[in-house]
């Protein structure tokens, strides 16, 4: 795709992702009034689910307040492929398009579950790609314990699937931020470091006890 329509493509999803933005602030706005509506009033927490629940029923209910998850996660599929693709300037592009759209942003960590649920069922090493390029993406800009958490989602379904994760970790490195944040390391460093973590030999351990 040449530049000047990978442009144009980037800028048709841009549109997309922001109207997943509004839908994800209606959202979040009917929790904030809930919360509201309650005011220093104590309440249950049983009563405060079904009051959240309520809310979000409403929204369900109509069309145009649902999020249709499939296709967004088909955007951001298609998004980690260009930032595979892309040079420097387009991944910076693309790292702001989704950090400018908190919703969106916020979605990252379970697309990347997504990719490792996906390269268990099918073996095909593209998802696990796209999962590793989503938190370069996402950059640890939420959290990066839970960035962790899905890291190593992937990296089980890789060692599953008989992949050798650290080889395609550092594929992605190669493209992810060097700089530190939030007081953590890079994502860079994350992901060249990720086999030498407390984190993974918890979850290993964890797994051999099963």
Not at 5 to 26: G, H, M, P
Not at 42 to 70: H, Q, Y
Request: aromatic share 6%; net charge positive; with cysteine.
């Amino acid at each position: 795709m040449a530049d000047e329509a990978k442009a144009e493509r980037l800028t048709q999803i841009a549109s997309d992702l922001d109207e997943y933005q509004r839908v994800f602030d209606l959202r979040n706005q009917a929790s904030k009034d809930v919360i509201k509506s309650i005011g220093k009033r104590k309440v249950k927490t049983d009563e405060f689910s079904k009051m959240i629940e309520k809310a979000a029923a409403r929204l369900d209910a109509d069309p145009t307040t649902v999020i249709n998850r499939d296709r967004l996660n088909e955007l951001l599929d298609e998004l980690a492929d260009m930032y595979m693709a892309g040079d420097f300037r387009q991944r910076v592009d693309i790292m702001g398009m989704v950090g400018a759209r908190r919703g969106v942003r916020n979605h990252m960590h379970g697309y990347m579950h997504r990719c490792a649920k996906q390269l268990r069922e099918t073996r095909d090493d593209t998802w696990l790609l796209r999962g590793l390029t989503a938190a370069a993406i996402e950059d640890a800009t939420i959290d990066w314990r839970d960035t962790l958490v899905a890291l190593g989602e992937l990296y089980l379904a890789a060692e599953h699937v008989r992949l050798r994760p650290m080889n395609y970790f550092r594929q992605v490195a190669e493209m992810a931020s060097p700089e530190q944040k939030s007081g953590h390391q890079s994502t860079r460093n994350m992901l060249l470091t990720f086999d030498k973590t407390a984190h993974l030999r918890s979850i290993k351990q964890g797994k051999r006890r099963r």
